[in-house]
């Protein structure tokens, strides 16, 4: 009873997840905006023309919130954090916030279309590439109970006994269809707190391929928010505990955090950042110089960019490794039970022979 509550309290909350724009959706509406504001379109014309083009779901909803904080002659990042904080993550206010500070709204819009793009790009991969294992795991479900059957009413005695090969294959689908899910809102919630703890954060980069995705995206997300904070002219401390909360990384929130500290102690950026212990030493290196040269605005653009490179190599090399695995493990799975059964079947058949006899 109590797995099944929280089984319940799961899915609700998952339910109200879902009522979000998806990564496709952010990225048209940015790619919109960027478009608009990039051509000099007035804020609230902008929002109006593309709230008469979407009239219902989540994208209406987010530029409803931002037409009400227009129309009270709110900012732009100011409406979307009054009415939109539930539609948008840290990275989207972040850039949003600096890229308005900057006067560099359109670009801001455009680096956050092309983020979501590329993301969008990563989650159709993986999902095409997980498409044939599941029909395999189906396979590795169907299989076993299909040569248990055979072996079971070619046993002596059973003639007249109602075997049920359907039921038992059903009841093994759907246990494995609501693990699947269950597996699911598990990831998704724990992803979710990896954000702010940098425990559960570190305890997911260690899973094998999927861990060198989540430290290479959130390397791209800080260094991107960090590259528009400084266009924006922000304090340096400012950037930096901006960039970790829009990194939805708890390893690197807190680097930020203490990186902002040390440099009120009188350390120079590198010097706060090498202290945290948070951050990549080939990074840190690189800060370090681009900060003896005056080029730091040019180094975090150019390390976004290399991020954003390595973290969609990094979905591609997982999208390619992890059916590979599944599939010798489906297989394996099946060799074993079909294997267990012959077993079993020839002992019930080799003792009937000797009690015959």
Not at 15 to 36: C, F, I, P, Q, T
Not at 223 to 230: E, G, P, R, W
Not at 259 to 264: E, Y
């Amino acid at each position: 009873m109590r797995k099944f509550t929280l089984a319940l309290f799961l899915l609700a909350r998952e339910a109200r997840h879902l009522m979000s724009m998806n990564v496709n959706d952010k990225a048209r509406l940015y790619r919109e905006l960027g478009k608009l504001f990039g051509a000099s379109f007035p804020m609230d014309k902008s929002v109006a023309m593309l709230l008469d083009q979407h009239r219902s779901g989540a994208r209406h909803e987010f530029l409803q919130g931002l037409d009400h904080g227009l129309t009270q002659r709110l900012g732009f990042s100011e409406s979307m954090k009054r009415y939109n904080a539930s539609l948008a993550s840290e990275l989207e206010l972040s850039l949003i916030d600096s890229g308005e500070r900057s006067g560099r709204l359109a670009e801001a819009c455009e680096h956050l279309a092309h983020y979501f793009e590329t993301l969008s790009k990563g989650i159709r991969e993986a999902r095409g590439a997980m498409i044939y294992p599941l029909i395999l795991l189906h396979v590795g479900i169907i299989v076993p109970e299909f040569s248990r059957y055979m072996m079971m009413t070619n046993l002596p005695g059973s003639e007249g006994k109602e075997l049920h090969l359907m039921p038992a294959i059903l009841w093994r689908i759907g246990l494995f269809w609501v693990a699947l899910v269950l597996g699911w809102l598990l990831w998704r919630s724990l992803s979710r707190a990896a954000a702010k703890s940098e425990v559960i954060d570190r305890i997911l980069n260690m899973i094998p391929l999927i861990g060198s995705v989540r430290r290479h995206w959130a390397l791209a997300r800080f260094c991107q928010v960090f590259h528009s904070a400084l266009l924006a002219s922000m304090r340096i401390t400012e950037c930096l505990r901006m960039a970790g909360d829009a990194s939805q990384s708890g390893t690197l929130l807190n680097g930020g955090e203490q990186a902002a500290s040390n440099i009120g102690l009188g350390k120079t950026l590198a010097e706060a950042m090498v202290q945290t212990r948070r951050f990549p030493r080939l990074f840190t290196n690189a800060v370090q110089t681009s900060e003896a040269s005056g080029r730091m605005d040019v180094e975090f653009d150019r390390w976004a960019q290399a991020e954003t490179d390595m973290a969609t190599e990094s979905q591609r090399r997982a999208a390619d490794w992890y059916p590979k695995i599944l599939y010798f493990g489906v297989l394996g799975y099946i060799a074993v039970r079909v294997i267990g059964f012959a077993s079993d079947y020839f002992g019930v058949i080799t003792n009937s022979d000797q009690w015959m006899k």
